[in-house]
C-alpha cells in the first residue's frame, strides 16, 4: 500500500515537472479548458438561481387566476363573477384584481400598477418598487406625478419604497388604491383585470377549474403548477439558446483539446523514449500521462466552476444576464442566492475532464509500446 502511494507520488511529483518545462503550450491549453468549463458552468448556476428564485416567488402566487377571453384575447372579467365562482364547493376565497401597466414617456419604461388595499396605499398615497424610486429620483414623502387616461394629472405622495432585496419583483411596481387605480386608467366599474381564487384542496384544483369553466365558458382558469411550469421553460430555453451560442466556442476548444492530447510532439515521444530505456514500465508511462491529464482537466475545472460561482453570485453574471433575465429599460438588480445543483456539476465533469484525460493515454499507450530506441530517434 505504501509502495503504491509513493509510486504514485513521485510519478505525480514527475508529472508537475514535465508541465513546467513546456509552459506555453500547458498554460495556453489550460486557458482554453478553463474558459469553457468558466462559461458553460456559469450558465449552469444562473439558470438554476434563477429557476429556483422563480419558484420561491411563485409559491406565494394564488392557487388558481380566472381570466376572461373575448375574441381569444383577455379581457376584463366581471366582478360579478366572484359569487358564482366562491359558490364552487372547494373554493375559500376569491378576489378580484386590479393591475395594468402604465408607459412613462420621461424614460421609456413600463412601471406595473397594482390595486391594493386601502390599508397598504390609501387614496392620494402610493407605494413604489427601489427601481421606480431610483429612476425618478424619489424619496419617501415626495409626489409622484402620473398622467391617468383622460389626460388629467393624478398625484401620489410616497408612503414606502419597497426595499432592494425585494427588486426581483417590485423593482418597477407601484401600489394605488383602487379609487386612484380608477381614475387613472379610467377603469370601468364593476369590472376586474382577473381573479385571484384559493381552493381548500390543491388536488381539486383541475375539478375546480373545470367547473368554473363550465359556468362560465368565457373564462380561462390558469393553475399555479401551469405557470410555474411556464417560467421554469422560459428559463430552461433561455439557457440553451445561451448554450448554442457557446456551441462554436466548445467545438473548437474540443478541436483544440484533442489535436494536443492525440498529437504527441517528438520532443515528448523522445522523453517516452528516454523513460522507457532508464527502466520505466509502460504501465508507469500510461500512469505519468493520466496524471497530466488530470492536472490540466481538474485544474482548470476547479478554477472555472469557483470563478463561475464568483460570476454568478457575486457579481451578479454581468457577461450574459440581460439575456437569461430578460431586458426591460427598468432592469432590476439583484444578488441570486448561491444554490449548485450537484448533478448537473457531476455531468458537467465527466462532460470535461473524463473526455480529455482519456484521450491524453491514447497517443502515449502507441508511443510507450514502441522500442525506445526508435521513439528517441522519432
Known amino acids: 500500500m505504501n509502495n503504491s502511494m509513493e509510486r504514485h507520488l513521485n510519478i505525480l511529483e514527475f508529472t508537475l515537472a514535465s508541465l513546467l518545462r513546456r509552459k506555453a503550450k500547458n498554460l495556453s491549453l489550460l486557458a482554453m479548458y478553463l474558459l469553457v468549463v468558466f462559461m458553460l458552468a456559469s450558465l449552469l ?17 394564488p392557487d388558481m387566476i380566472v381570466q376572461r377571453l373575448m375574441a381569444g384575447r383577455q379581457d376584463l372579467v366581471p366582478v360579478d363573477y366572484v359569487a358564482g365562482i366562491a359558490q364552487i364547493k372547494g373554493v375559500t376565497a ?6 395594468g401597466y402604465y408607459y412613462d414617456a420621461l424614460n421609456g419604461a413600463n412601471f ?15 407605494a413604489i418598487g427601489s427601481g421606480v424610486a431610483k429612476t425618478r429620483n424619489l424619496m419617501v414623502g415626495d409626489l409622484l406625478p402620473l398622467i391617468g387616461y383622460d389626460k388629467s394629472p393624478v398625484m401620489l405622495e410616497i408612503g414606502t419604497i419597497f426595499p432592494s432585496a425585494s ?17 387613472l386608467f379610467n377603469f370601468p366599474a364593476g369590472q376586474a383585470t382577473d381573479l385571484a381564487v384559493t381552493v381548500r384542496n390543491p388536488k381539486e384544483l383541475a375539478t375546480v377549474a373545470a367547473k368554473i369553466v363550465s359556468r362560465f365558458p368565457d373564462s380561462r382558469p390558469i393553475l399555479k403548477s401551469e405557470i410555474q411550469r411556464t417560467y421554469q421553460s422560459i428559463f430552461d430555453w433561455r439557457g440553451g439558446m445561451m448554450l448554442l451560442v457557446l456551441a462554436s466556442s466548445l467545438l473548437s476548444f474540443i478541436i483544440f483539446a484533442w489535436d494536443k492530447a492525440t498529437g504527441l510532439s517528438a520532443e515528448e515521444r523522445k522523453e517516452i523514449g528516454i523513460l522507457k530505456s532508464i527502466g520505466w514500465e509502460t504501465s508507469d508511462v500510461l500512469l505519468l500521462k493520466f496524471w497530466e491529464g488530470i492536472v490540466i482537466s ?37 444578488r441570486l442566492v448561491p444554490v449548485v445543483d450537484v448533478y448537473q456539476l457531476a455531468v458537467l465533469f465527466f462532460l470535461t475532464v473524463v473526455p480529455y484525460t482519456t484521450a491524453t ?5 502507441r508511443a510507450a509500446t514502441i522500442d525506445p530506441d526508435a521513439a528517441m530517434r522519432y
Open 45 to 61: 448556476f444562473f439558470v438554476t438561481a434563477l429557476k429556483r428564485e422563480a419558484a420561491i416567488i411563485l409559491n406565494d402566487a
Open 112 to 126: 406595473t400598477i397594482m390595486a391594493g388595499d386601502d390599508s397598504a396605499a390609501g387614496s392620494g398615497k402610493t
Open 167 to 183: 427588486d426581483l419583483i417590485a423593482a418597477d411596481l407601484i401600489v394605488i388604491s383602487p379609487d386612484d387605480f380608477h381614475h
Open 361 to 365: 493515454i491514447i497517443p502515449c499507450w
Open 298 to 334: 481538474l485544474t482548470a475545472f476547479l478554477l472555472g466552476t469557483v470563478l463561475a460561482y464568483g460570476h454568478v453570485f457575486f457579481l451578479s453574471a454581468p457577461l450574459f444576464a440581460q439575456a437569461l433575465k430578460g431586458w426591460s429599460v427598468l432592469y432590476p438588480h439583484f
Open 94 to 99: 376569491v378576489r378580484p384584481r386590479l393591475w
